[in-house]
């Protein structure tokens, strides 16, 4: 993972990241037009504001997780290693933007394994709490057509148990002995987990609540069953595209799975607009946070540089 410190490496992982988070855009361009010409001017605004509030709730359950396991940064710095690491989500592999977090966290001298640790959490949050938010909407949908994602729930369920802080510190302990790693120094709190949890379920509501609005926009009824199905329809395909990690960002397996869940609400056509609305609107999230933490990190290193020069070179006994 050091080998990211080097400039060529770290701008390949950028201009990869960001060239494959735009081809995603680039794709689906004529759908985007078409939904943009159909869609009420306030939808689409609200929508994109959900989606700001779901990507500030994410970075603010894996802030928590940080913060618990005993490094509390500033709101800018944690925000200037969460931004940027999120682009390796857009890279195949579903590691990338845990290596990259990892690295990037030197910066604000966090020790890599303590941001791997804390984005690997995140990440087992955001699968369990979307695997249990799209099984309390499953009443709502057609469920002899997601008979073939069944399995996630009770996977779900496993991971449950697997973060429950007693548990889970001692599997980060024994994976700490195993690849003689020094020990974490922080344990896993049940406040910390509880306040994670609570932000990534604000999370899943603000991101169905997007997707919501955007059928709403394009003339899906608004009704308390369409809405159900846009929170666990969208749970449950991040969670499936989570799993199938040689997707990049889930794509095409979450928007199916989403296809699948929302099709009972409006005809084929509009759900397909819907779907891929969704996703635009969250790769522009993404890549406008991931440039507002570059400028936060430039100016981080900008200023560790200046500290460094000030310094008074090293007497000769040194």
């Not at 449950?160 to 510190?169: F, K, R």
């Not at 609570?198 to 609005?213: E, H, K, M, P, R």
């Not at 570059?294 to 100016?299: F, Q, Y």
Request: overall charge positive; aromatic content about 8%; proline content about 5%.
């Amino acid at each position: 993972m050091a080998v990211y410190h080097s400039p060529l490496i770290r701008w390949a992982f950028i201009v990869l990241a960001v060239g494959l988070a735009a081809v995603a855009i680039f794709t689906n361009r004529h759908q985007l037009g078409t939904a943009l010409q159909q869609m009420a001017a306030s939808a689409a605004v609200t929508a994109s504001i959900a989606t700001v509030v779901f990507a500030f709730c994410t970075f603010m359950a894996w802030r928590t997780l940080l913060a618990d396991l005993g490094s509390r940064l500033p709101l800018h710095a944690s925000f200037g290693i969460f931004g940027t690491s999120q682009l390796g989500k857009y890279i195949p592999g579903g590691v990338w933007n845990v290596i990259a977090g990892a690295e990037i966290g030197k910066t604000y001298r966090v020790p890599p394994k303590r941001t791997a640790i804390s984005m690997i959490l995140a990440l087992l949050i955001t699968l369990v709490t979307g695997g249990l938010v799209g099984a309390l909407t499953l009443p709502f949908m057609a469920v002899a057509d997601l008979a073939t994602w069944a399995w996630t729930v009770p996977l779900c369920l496993l991971f449950l148990i697997m973060l429950l802080p007693p548990v889970m510190n001692r599997l980060i302990a024994l994976i700490l002995r195993i690849t003689r790693r020094e020990p974490l120094g922080q344990e896993l709190h049940w406040r910390g987990l509880g306040l994670s949890v609570l932000w990534t379920v604000l999370a899943w509501l603000s991101v169905g609540f997007q997707v919501w609005l955007l059928g709403y926009g394009l003339g899906v009824h608004a009704t308390s069953r369409s809405l159900a199905l846009s929170i666990g329809g969208y749970a449950l395909a991040w969670v499936i595209g989570l799993l199938v990690v040689f997707a990049p960002a889930g794509a095409g397996v979450r928007d199916t799975v989403l296809l699948i869940a929302l099709r009972s609400t409006a005809p084929h056509a509009t759900v397909l607009l819907i779907v891929l609305a969704s996703r635009v609107l969250l790769t522009v999230v993404d890549l406008l946070a991931a440039a507002g933490a570059a400028i936060v990190l430039s100016r981080m290193r900008l200023r560790n540089r200046n500290s460094s020069a000030l310094l008074p070179p090293p007497s000769p006994s040194e």
